[in-house]
């Protein structure tokens, strides 16, 4: 073989591992911690206020507006982290969201919201899904710490096995993937990351009988060091339903819980659970959810 033949072949053999590299790098994604370089602000920019570096957000609700922001990418599968910290003293009335939605007709979702309490009275954690445009499904904890006094980490395990929800990494909800049986599972939307602050007074507190106290306002939630390692949506579905390094969250590995991670489960449904859809009989007039029968993990 010449040089020049060999030179080419050297080329070509590096084009080919250029572009499978390519291809792994735009499937998923190690963010950039920058709010300003991976979400896009969606309502009310005077109510948004970001660091100069980038890296920490607060969001603003008064009597004018409340305040958002959304993902640049949309993601399929994958580990989101954000680190909150709450609306401090009275906030009873105000919503703070932190969820995964697809923002279709019959749209997936995965939430996180933090409902506003009276003073002295403990935030509550409500967590829903939607799959397929249905959702019905809300579970709601007190948190075992305050959380307006520091962040702490909430997270999305997301993968084609389950969906996780953890608060400092210790799992406080799961949903498993049972579409094999007829369950309608988040799998082949993909959703973009969003957070928002806004007055949920008609229902967030004691049923909406608590309203927002607005001589406490501006209400201000804050939010930073967040981490998204999750599969970016370029079209094609399996590269997201892929198990290998870089999807490593739909790794077998990921298919359940811990040892560990189950007693931490066990912990929060004994001693921190406040409500559980499926056990909500009358609600279901004594028909829940196909899920509920199934196992969890």
Request: one cysteine or more.
């Amino acid at each position: 073989m010449t040089s020049v033949k060999r030179s080419k072949s050297f080329l070509l053999l590096i084009y080919l591992i250029s572009s499978l590299l390519l291809r792994v790098s735009e499937a998923s994604v190690v963010s950039s911690g920058d709010f300003d370089k991976d979400f896009l602000v969606t309502w009310s920019p005077t109510h948004v206020n970001t660091s100069s570096d980038g890296r920490s957000r607060t969001l603003k609700l008064d009597q004018e507006s409340g305040a958002s922001f959304s993902s640049i990418q949309t993601f399929l599968f994958g580990k989101i982290d954000m680190k909150i910290k709450l609306i401090p003293g009275p906030s009873q009335g105000t919503v703070v969201a932190y969820y995964m939605s697809s923002d279709q007709t019959n749209r997936d979702e995965i939430d996180f919201e933090f409902l506003g309490n009276v003073n002295g009275q403990p935030y509550i954690l409500q967590t829903n899904i939607y799959a397929d445009g249905v959702d019905n499904r809300e579970e709601r904890i007190h948190l075992w710490f305050d959380p307006t006094k520091d962040f702490h980490t909430y997270s999305i395990l997301w993968n084609v096995h389950q969906i996780v929800f953890m608060v400092d990494q210790i799992p406080i909800r799961m949903y498993r993937n049972h579409s094999e049986k007829g369950v309608a599972y988040p799998r082949l939307q993909p959703m973009s990351i969003k957070v928002s602050l806004w007055n949920g007074e008609s229902w967030a507190t004691s049923g909406g009988h608590e309203k927002v106290d607005w001589s406490k306002a501006p209400f201000v939630a804050s939010f930073g060091d967040y981490k998204i390692d999750a599969c970016i949506w370029k079209g094609n579905p399996t590269l997201c339903n892929e198990e290998n390094n870089e999807n490593w969250w739909n790794k077998n590995e990921f298919s359940s819980l811990t040892r560990v991670q189950k007693r931490w489960f066990k912990w929060v449904s004994k001693y921190h659970l406040i409500y559980d859809y499926c056990q909500d009989y009358a609600r279901f007039h004594n028909k829940l959810p196909k899920e509920c029968s199934l196992p969890k993990y």
